[in-house]
Every structure is written in structure tokens, then in C-alpha cells.
């Protein structure tokens, strides 16, 4: 199971459930290349939205629980401009805390169960033990089709 911050039902009314912001270190393409090109160079399948939410960040919002966890699934993408130009891109997650002055740091982990009986293979309580360690995103997929005996 990775990790991740998943906000709940307010980030859900909101339709920012699969928001990530994007920090630029050094530089940034103009708002419209980054429009265009990080559908393109991220792969992202469906829709998602982007805005300059203050100097160097810029907020995301995808429409597809997919591209979400491709986008933060990778520490960086190098974001490649008309020019020619590369600009690192680091993935962070959105939630009500974050603070674009703050130095976010995070780490994605898979973590397993071992000897977890098939009762609790259901994605309330799988997300219930993963509270101990971070705030669960997603289940793969031999959990979810109860595959995978443990």
C-alpha cells in the first residue's frame, strides 16, 4: 500500500482530492507551457488543471485518482520547455496545511501486513492500521481483488 495525504470529504467538495502542488528550485516555463506540457511529459490520462499558487509553486488538480499517484509516485519530473530548456519539478501534496514557505519534506512507502488474517483485507481497515505509520492512499490491486492471501 503507498502513502500519501488524502484529505477526505472538504478536499472532496472542493475537487481537491488529487491536488498536488509542483515546486520549481531553479526557474519555471511560463504558466501556458507548463499547461501544455505536463499533460504531455507526465503522462496524465484524464484532465487537470493548473494555476500559479505563489512563486515558485504551482497547484494541479487532477480529475483522475490514476495521474494523481503518477504524479506522486516520482520525486522529481524535468519539465521540458519550447525552448529547450529543463526545469525540475518536485511533487508535493496539497492539504489544508500546506505552507509555501515551509521546506516540505516527504516519503512515499509500500508497506505490507504480514499475517493479517482476510478479515481485515477490506480498505477501511487496511487504512485504519496504515494511520499508525502515515495516511494511506491507494491499495494495489492484489489487495483490492482479495488476490493476494496475505
Not at 488529487?18 to 484524464?46: E, H, M, T
Not at 497547484?59 to 490514476?66: A, G, V
Not at 530548456?85 to 519534506?105: G, Q
Amino acid at each position: 500500500m503507498g502513502f500519501l495525504e488524502f484529505n477526505g470529504q472538504k478536499n472532496t467538495i472542493e475537487n481537491l482530492q488529487y491536488a498536488v502542488v509542483g515546486k520549481f528550485s531553479y526557474g519555471w516555463p511560463d504558466l501556458d507551457d507548463l499547461r501544455n506540457q505536463i499533460p504531455k511529459q507526465c503522462i496524465v490520462k484524464g484532465d487537470c488543471k493548473i494555476g500559479l499558487l505563489r512563486n515558485r509553486h504551482i497547484h494541479i488538480r487532477f480529475n483522475l485518482e490514476e495521474d494523481f499517484i503518477n504524479m506522486m509516485s516520482k520525486n522529481v519530473f524535468y519539465i521540458l520547455e519550447k525552448e529547450g530548456y529543463s526545469f525540475p519539478m518536485r511533487p508535493l501534496i496539497y492539504d489544508a496545511k500546506f505552507k509555501v514557505d515551509d521546506e516540505t519534506t516527504q516519503a512515499i512507502a509500500w508497506i505490507s501486513f504480514t499475517d493479517l488474517k482476510p478479515t481485515y483485507f477490506v480498505k477501511e481497515s487496511l487504512f485504519s492500521l496504515a494511520l499508525a505509520v502515515g495516511k494511506p492512499l491507494h491499495l494495489d490491486m492484489a489487495t483490492i481483488n482479495k488476490t493476494r492471501p496475505s
